[in-house]
């Protein structure tokens, strides 16, 4: 969420970053417009109060005296409680309207975000490795899958509905290898490990901004009130929800494993084969709180653990700076990852990597302090997945295919599958 100080009082700025987005500015004015009425209620309440607090003063001093001077102040009293109950009703329901208005403005973009309307504007930063080159016609991974019985979508969709899919036997095992290396790598790197509940309540959803109108839908059970996580982002933001940290402690890093689940309402037509877009889906998630001043560089940590695993998988991948327009809601710089995937012969985002500044703190309040009788501040949050796991079993079925139809395991893999070929 957005500082409402900052609307205030540089409104245009947020005009700016709404413009760069694709998105209509008029939503400033309309906070403006409404931001105005709200302070006005409060300032008439604040002085209707006032003159209650001394029509009590004037009544206490009034007893025992004229009937007719307590009769008149006791008048004035009701009078202005009326009023007053009214312009609380006011001042709730402006309020109310703000957080709402709010609620679905966007992160403002970091100045150095490439300009574009949407994901071709996205900036080659950098590239790691060269696609494979076959002696055949690279197939795709469902294809590969299905023949050597490691996917299986007929029976994921016999016992979910389409964009589920069963893994078996080795298919299963290299998801699992691949689940301990990341953790491993992510661990030794400085992350915590945590395992935490995959259904999430409201107020969790809308700290990090997974609520807004511009999110994938999610799964919801009990009618709203719980939530299947989307990724573990969420859960891992709001370890310290409504917190205020001891800022020689940060940043806290944290890595989590869990399944994820999108209805992914915005994708139809989209990745309708094989493993890319599921409804449910494994991620190992990396999340950091820190100050503000530690933001950029612990940025780019994560963007680099993400390469490091696909640097010791040994598969060719690239970094790609998302524009304004293809920026996420509650982001204001994000870098891709992107794996190279022969079947489809295009790279594929395998990590999207943001740094969302001080935006879900607001929501969260999640805050810090720089010494022990500081004013708190709020911290500034970021996010990676290292790695989606679908999409690297993707990578890796499409890149290490061999022309006899099995797969060579990748090197770093082998010790954690006990074998060096999927036949």
Known sequence: MLDKGLIRDDPD?????????????????????IDARWRATVTALDAAKSDRNKISAEFAAAKGKSPEGLTALRERSTALGETIKAQERDATALERQLN??????????????PDGADESANVLLRSHGAPP??????????????????????????????????????????????????????????????????????ETVEATGHLSKFSDLMFSVEDGSLFLSPTSEVQLVNLHRAEILDGEALPKRYTAYTPC???????????????????????????ALCRPEESAALHEQIVNQAESLLRALELPHRVMVLSSGDTGFASRKTYDVEVWLPGQNAYREISSCSNCGDFQARRALIRYRSQAKARPNFVHTLNGSALALGRT?????????????????????RPHMGVDFIT
């Open 133 to 202: 080159k076959f002696s055949f016609e690279p197939k795709p991974h469902w294809e590969i899958g299905e023949r050597l019985d490691i996917l299986d979508f007929e029976r994921g969709v016999a016992l979910a509905r389409s964009r589920f899919t069963v893994l078996k036997g080795l298919g299963a095992r290299l998801n699992r290898a691949l689940v301990n290396f990341f953790l491993e790598r992510n661990t030794a790197a400085g992350f915590c490990e945590i395992m935490p509940p995959l259904l999430v309540n409201r």
């Open 393 to 413: 079993l993707v990578a890796i079925i499409e890149n290490y295919q061999q022309a006899d139809g099995s797969i060579r395991v990748p090197t770093v893999l």
């Open 13 to 33: 700025r947020v005009r700016r970053s709404l413009s760069r987005r694709g998105l209509p500015a008029s939503v400033v004015d309309e906070f403006l417009d």
């Open 261 to 287: 689940f999108r209805e992914e309402a915005g994708a139809a037509g989209k990745d309708t084969r094989g493993l890319i877009r599921q409804h449910q889906f494994e991620k190992v998630e990396l999340v």
């Open 100 to 113: 709402a208005l709010l609620a679905n403005v966007p992160n403002i973009l970091a100045d150095d975000v």
